[in-house]
């Protein structure tokens, strides 16, 4: 090889190298200068056995669950309890969170993003109240545009810290739980009027009717019936059945008055079980899909049946969870208290209708 010859080579080389040196560092420098949080906890430091309070504020509402007494309360709700499983859930979600993408953003994007005064502001806290993290939570975000944005669950959620409000976060969850709507942090677990002996409806315009069985797989009985009157035993069963696992959707504000809830002339549902417990039910007005109401739990509760012992511990805890719901008025879904709230002429059997004479 003359020196010609090599002089070319080494010329080559550092075209070559100098080339590829250039697209590396072209590749670089398009690559976005926060690349490295990708993938980072969003609440960095923020740990489950630290949070004693969560303070949800928005343009709809506030709403703060804490722990009091050994469990999770409500505070809009007089100290309801909240769902426990739906708190640790979110805890445990929060720390969970981490960074799928960020972007340098101004203040129209912040209008677009809803994370202005639109936003969700969550708020943990210790229990000396010492603040631990807090997250602003805007517009969900969807991989495809849903036919319908405000019913759509949504693949994400764009979210933002405070004390930088120049800087959005994407993250891969849509935090459906970030609501200041009570019903989506009070407990629904209600009442369960168990083993029914009688059942009776009384509504406040008078009327109602009392249906009542001897033993737990007896007949049931129609309270002063004629002899022309035959009980649907379907209807009767459907009406005592229905009183068990009864279920809430809501727990109305403290400020609910009984006028304003139908509770100032109510029907009155009186139901006794073989346990020894009688369940006083007082269902006001309709409120969408729900009945206004209170219940009262009496007695001492004693199982009966060949599984009365295993029955009794669960069913002595159940109850005195019952009891501490009188006091509050409860919102019922009216799907639960449709069969209960029958008149007397729907508990009856059906005449067979005269066929017409030609």
């Known amino acids: 090889m003359n020196a010609r010859i090599a002089l070319v080579l080494l010329v080559l080389l550092a075209v070559l190298g100098g080339g590829a040196l250039l697209v590396h560092q072209r590749e670089g420098a398009q690559q976005p200068a926060d690349s490295a949080l990708l993938g980072r906890p969003l609440l960095q430091g923020l740990q489950a056995a630290a949070v004693a309070k969560i303070a949800l504020s928005a343009p709809s509402g506030k709403l703060t669950v804490e722990s009091k007494g050994g469990g999770w309360t409500v505070d809009e709700r007089a100290g309801f309890p909240a769902d426990f499983d739906k708190v640790r859930d979110f805890v445990v979600k929060a720390i969970g969170l981490r960074i799928a993408q960020s972007e340098a953003i101004g203040e129209a994007d912040r209008a677009r993003f809803k994370l202005d005064s639109q936003a969700t502001r969550v708020e943990f806290a210790d229990r000396a109240g010492k603040p631990l993290a807090t997250l602003l939570v805007g517009e969900k975000y969807f991989k495809r545009e849903p036919a319908d944005r405000a019913r759509a669950i949504g693949d994400g959620r764009y979210v933002m810290l405070p004390g930088d409000d120049t800087r959005v976060y994407l993250i891969a969850d849509p935090l459906t739980q970030a609501s200041t709507r009570a019903a989506d942090w009070v407990s629904t677990a209600g009442f369960s009027a168990e083993k029914v002996a009688s059942l009776e409806v009384r509504p406040a315009g008078g009327g109602g009717w009392k249906i009542e069985r001897a033993g737990d797989n007896a007949d049931w009985k129609l309270a002063g019936a004629a002899p022309s009157e035959k009980l649907e035993v379907t209807n009767a069963n459907s009406a005592a059945y229905s009183l068990s696992e009864v279920g809430l959707a809501d727990?109305?504000?403290?400020?609910?008055?009984?006028?304003?809830?139908?509770?100032?002339?109510?029907?009155?549902?009186?139901?006794?079980?073989?346990d020894g417990l009688e369940y006083t039910l007082r269902v006001g007005k309709l409120q969408g899909e729900n009945y206004y109401a209170t219940v009262e739990v009496s007695g001492e509760p004693k199982a009966e049946g060949k599984d009365a012992g295993k029955r009794q511990p669960a069913l002595a805890e159940r109850v005195a969870r019952e009891k501490a719901l009188a006091g509050y008025v409860l919102l019922i879904p009216k799907s639960r208290l449709d069969d209960v709230l029958r008149t007397r002429a729907d508990l009856l059997q059906k005449k067979p209708q005269k066929k017409a004479s030609r």
């Open 251 to 274: 727990v109305a504000p403290p400020g609910v008055t009984p006028a304003q809830a139908g509770l100032d002339q109510p029907t009155v549902v009186r139901a006794r079980t073989f």
